[in-house]
T-cell receptor, first 115, second 115 residues
C-alpha cells in the first residue's frame, strides 16, 4: 500500500515570497491533516479536512496560510507571504475516518526554510 | 488548558538497557492517548494507542505504555533497546467526544543509544 506522498521534500525561499506544498493521501482515506512542526517542538495541527470539507482550521493563520482539498483527494497548503517564523517541517497525514480512534498515517514532510 | 508534557528533552541509554519515556497530560477528561516515533527525515509512525480497557498497552517494535489515570501519565517503556530505536518520540492526546481530531503533541524526547 502506498503511503502519504508529499512534495517537495525541501524548499528554501526568501521572506515575503510565496510557497505551496502538495500532499497525496493514502487512497480511500477520507480525512487529511496538515501539521506544522517547528524545530524542537511537537507537530501542531493547522487544518483538518473530511473529504473536501474543512473540519478544523482554528490554528491556521488565515492571513497568510490557505489550504484546499479539491475533489476530496490530494491537497495543497500555501503560504503567502512567508515569514521567517514559518520555517518548519510541514507534515501531511491521512486517516480512514474522522475522530482520533483511527490511526493517522504521516508523510515524510516538507522542510521549509525562510531566509 | 489542554497540554502534553514530555519532561525529558534528550535521553541516552545503552544498547540492551531498559527504557522509560515520560508523558503527562492535562485534559478536561480522559483523552485518547498515543505514542509516535519519528526517525530522522521520516514522518511520524504510530507506536501504540490507548482508548479504553487494559491500562497496559502493547505496541509495535516491542514497546508498551501504561496509562495511569491518577497521575495523568502515559509512560512509554521498552525492556531492552536496540540501536535502531534511536529517534524522536512524541506523546499525543486527543478528544474522545469530538468530530475534530485536534491531536495535541508533546514537544518530544530524543532518544540516543550508546553502543
Amino acid at each position: 500500500e502506498a503511503g502519504v506522498a508529499q512534495s517537495p521534500r525541501y524548499k528554501i525561499i526568501e521572506k515575503r515570497q510565496s510557497v505551496a506544498f502538495w500532499c497525496n493521501p493514502i487512497s480511500g482515506h477520507a480525512t487529511l491533516y496538515w501539521y506544522q512542526q517547528i524545530l524542537g517542538q511537537g507537530p501542531k495541527l493547522l487544518i483538518q479536512f473530511q473529504n473536501n470539507g474543512v473540519v478544523d482550521d482554528s490554528q491556521l493563520p488565515k492571513d497568510r496560510f490557505s489550504a484546499e482539498r479539491l475533489k476530496g483527494v490530494d491537497s495543497t497548503l500555501k503560504i503567502q507571504p512567508a515569514k521567517l517564523e514559518d520555517s518548519a517541517v510541514y507534515l501531511c497525514a491521512s486517516s480512514p475516518g474522522t475522530g482520533v480512534n483511527t490511526e493517522a498515517f504521516f508523510g515524510q514532510g516538507t522542510r521549509l526554510t525562510v531566509v | 488548558a489542554q497540554s502534553v508534557t514530555q519532561p525529558d528533552i534528550h535521553i541516552t541509554v545503552s544498547e540492551g538497557a531498559s527504557l522509560e519515556l515520560r508523558c503527562n497530560y492535562s485534559y478536561g477528561a480522559t483523552p485518547y492517548l498515543f505514542w509516535y516515533v519519528q526517525s530522522p527525515g521520516q514522518g511520524l509512525q504510530l507506536l501504540l494507542k490507548y482508548f479504553s480497557g487494559d491500562t497496559l498497552v502493547q505496541g509495535i517494535k516491542g514497546f508498551e505504555a501504561e496509562f495511569k489515570r491518577s497521575q495523568s501519565s502515559f509512560n512509554l517503556r521498552k525492556p531492552s533497546v536496540h540501536w535502531s530505536d534511536a529517534a524522536e518520540y512524541f506523546c499525543a492526546v486527543g478528544p474522545r467526544y469530538s468530530s475534530a481530531s485536534k491531536i495535541i503533541f508533546g514537544s518530544g524526547t530524543r532518544l540516543s543509544i550508546r553502543p
